[in-house]
Nanobody, 125 residues
Framework: QVRLVESGGGSVQAGGSLRLSCAAS????????MGWFRQAPGKEREGLAS???????RYADSVKGRFTISQSNAETTLYLQMNSLKPEDSGMYYC???????????????????WGQGTQVTVSS
């Protein structure tokens, strides 16, 4: 059973940085696509960044150039480095996993199989 646990959220001023982590367990490494999503109050869950089984990364336009998704060498931890944060980046951040052949994508949160409990990010102006 896949288990995802996010950490690293917090409060930061606009222009600051945070690094989120997602500890993953319970699946065959290198056979799962991983992603980061964000949900603000009253809004739908938004896909931010993903990494596939070949290491290819994709980003939403809203975070391209500011956020970087990566994995630990052992592929047990997923990261999201967030720089130049803006107030509109505030929300609950979720880690997601989708086994090969990875039907999930950034535009379709409902297709991802497994989710963490989320970590809150608040960016003040």
């Amino acid at each position: 059973q896949v288990r995802l646990v996010e950490s690293g959220g917090g409060s930061v001023q606009a222009g600051g940085s945070l690094r989120l982590s997602c500890a993953a367990s319970g699946y065959r490494y290198s056979s799962v696509c991983m992603g980061w999503f964000r949900q603000a109050p009253g809004k739908e869950r938004e896909g931010l960044a993903s990494i596939d089984v070949n290491g290819m990364t994709r980003y939403a336009d809203s975070v391209k150039g500011r956020f970087t998704i990566s994995q630990s060498n052992a592929e047990t931890t997923l990261y999201l480095q967030m720089n130049s944060l803006k107030p509109e980046d505030s929300g609950m951040y979720y880690c997601a996993a989708d086994p090969w052949p990875c039907f999930g994508n950034l535009a379709a949160a409902r297709l991802w199989d497994n989710w963490g409990q989320g970590t809150q990010v608040t960016v003040s102006s």
